[in-house]
């Protein structure tokens, strides 16, 4: 069963938070990706770009609306995110227990997945 | 079983049995909704098999093969197959041949699994108790809204959610391993005892809930084995139904209860579990220590006297690891006794706030202050208690009193 592990977090940057903060930070989401990978259950992951660089768009009446900004404008943002296979809730509750914005004070989302594209196919999840 | 008529024996194998078969049924796929529903379609077929064809030798294995039947016709259907190719889904059902020969002491338990489900950390507390009422004890959700007083409708939403929730986040149907089981215990135990402290509307078959709740406590101690606290939860709910007031007697308080109404058999049964929560060396838990104050007043019984002593370091322990309201309105009381009741007021004066909505608060106050001859303060107290009482035993017992304290407020003191 695949579940989808997303990373809710204040947005730091090394004006905010030290040069140093940042690198230990990144050296938490590679330590990460590489237990999972070891593990042999991780599908997908990403980080993403600070919020100030997302766009957002909408349509009303047909037509394109274009903003800057993200979709909620709150404290903590989506930052990132990880597509594990694993067998129930339980076991993606210990992943998630584990992922470094759970140890920053952020908030780890798991989201059971209902379907999947393989081959250009919908498959269940 | 000989003599039984058909209906009977389904009455008695849908009571003994439900929870079972539902967590066998549900446990490949997580789908509680699919394993109540196609268990039900198997007691209706029974109804009317049974008294045609006679019972067959091996009832739940009967009904078993019937409701997975039933479940395969629901996966294989095309309707579902449109709406969510689950096919991994058909597989778990496992094969379902006939199991009329079937040994029922071959059919696995896991009930345990399921209570575990029921109160797992991604189900929101107030559904826990509920949902072990309905897929555990197999109550329905009308009966169920009415014990927790809200709109049938919006319990049995809280119900579906929830049950939709198990199966599509998949909530394991698994006993936690020993490193998880200390925090996730707890909230099994706590939902098993929410099931005990409703107020329950009396079942047509004469069953309690306190009793299934009793029943499920034991269930889940001793299909723990070695949990202190699953045995004094055990304990604690077996020796307080000893005490229970009979439905045609009227309500008393625990001292003025005579102890020969006490039941010998159940108190010797609760005695028997809090031996088995023991640890020597180890700090007794909440339910052990709760159970340990249930045992000293069921002593009376055997003794004619409280040793209210041991019940004061009784609760100065369970103050310490679980300061509840409920706990600390019963130690005050019990001050009341081996201090004065003075010193006892002062600490029920020390509650927070909520305390005024507390009915076993505003009854020992009303207590405490008719021993120190305030009659007008504690017939009020009395009064208000009454007021926020919804069992009908109780409320007469404390307008007596009310009254009794008011009518002696207005004479004289001797």
Redesign the interface.
Known sequence: ?RYMLLFHYTEESEESIGAERMADGMRAFAGYAATLEQAGILVYGQVLRPSSATTTLTCADGEPRIQDGPFADTKEQLGGFVVIDV?????A?EWARQAPPAAWGGTVE?R?GAVHIEAGMW??S | MTGERPAQVAERVARASFGRLVALLAESTGDLQLAEDTLAQAFEQALTRWPRDGVPDNPEGWLLTVARNRQRDFWKSAAHRRSAPLEEAADGGGAAGPLDELDADAIPDRRLALLFVCAHPAIAPNVRTPLMLQTVLGFDSADIARAFAVPAGAMSQRLVRAKRRIRDARIPFAVPGRQAMPERLAPVLEAVYGCYALAWPRRGDGGSLAGEARYLAVTAACLLGDQPEAWGLAALLTLASARATRPDRPFLPLDEQDPSDWDRRLIAEGEQYLRRAERPGRAPGRFQLEAAIQAVHCDRARTGVTDWQALRTLYAALVAVAPSLGARVAQAAVEGRTESPAHALGLLDALPPERERFQPYLATRGDLLARLGRHEDAAAAYARAAALTTDPAVRTFLDRRATELAAAACRPSP
């Open positions: 069963m067998p129930d809730l339980d076991a509750l798991i059971p498959v269940p």
